[in-house]
């Protein structure tokens, strides 16, 4: 199957992903050494989840680095759900081991007694958490107790495998929605947690502004800022330009330049553009001038 000449929407990697390579730098070099927790922040359709993508590839013979999406939480009990099953699941892929994330996963739909047996099977941290779920599945705990052992799994598991660890909150200002506890809870957890770090990352400029930014927020200057920008004319034009040429196709200077003034930089759009362009192209069997 022929390689794609451009790719629209969804992670985006070399070689198409482009102009990135200062802002991959500035967060590498925090996260590499733990140095710092970074908080990115751009509009929708600018490429803030490929950045974390490419972001993971480039430490993560480092770090465990694990990304979470936001959007599949609508209560406290998916924090933890969403938190915990990310993580045994990045551990998996980097390590190239299997089982982990089918037996824990036993605590949220299988029958008590069978989870308590398959979480024996695997013991440790995971055994843990998992018997926290049980708890509350059974009622001994409640929602917030949740998320503070979500937390604590993330430190008890870092320590026992010895391995940091990167959380990347994507969309993060879905969490929003639980009244502010999951912030207040994250600033002591940041403090105290040498060997975990977090980048979060989300389109509501307003609210991660009112999060980080304002003076009386619980996670005031808790994260260094990463703005992200549309990508600049030169990257984009060089790339559309150099994917057609893949496939004998040229495209004059003017039409690149309209190309940029129309998408403004913005990833998913240039990169639908290309798509087009590709597809008349191929079809009418003509130039674009």
Known sequence: MPESLFVVGGEVRPPYFIGR???????????????????????????????????????????????????????LSDFFRVVTR?????????H?????????????????TAAYKSLSEVGGSIEHIGNIYLRFREKDINEQELVTETFDFIRRFSEEKKEPIILA???????????????????????????????????????????????????YLMAARVQLKPIEEEHVTKYIRDRLLTQNIQITDGALKRIY???????????????????NSVLKKQKYH
């Open 86 to 94: 990310a993580l045994l699941a990045a551990y998996e892929e980097k």
């Open 169 to 219: 909150f994507d969309e993060f200002q879905e969490l929003r929605r639980f009244n502010g506890y999951i912030f207040n809870t994250l600033k002591s957890q940041m403090d105290s947690q040498p060997s975990i770090r977090y980048i979060f990352s989300g389109s509501s400029v307003s609210l991660l502004h009112e999060v980080f930014l304002k003076p009386d927020s619980p996670l």
């Open 21 to 75: 390579k200062n802002e991959i730098e500035k967060n590498e070099s925090g996260h590499k050494d733990l140095a710092q927790n970074n908080v990115i922040i751009g509009p929708r359709r600018i490429g803030k989840t490929s950045l974390l993508k490419n972001l993971k590839i480039s430490v993560e013979g480092e770090v465990l680095f694990v990304t979470i999406n936001c959007r599949e939480m609508t209560g």
């Open 96 to 112: 190239h081991v299997k089982g982990l994330v089918q037996k824990y996963s036993q605590v949220f739909r299988g029958k008590i």
């Open 261 to 279: 003034a129309c998408t403004g930089g913005f990833p998913f759009y240039f990169q639908k553009i290309g798509f087009i362009l590709y597809q």
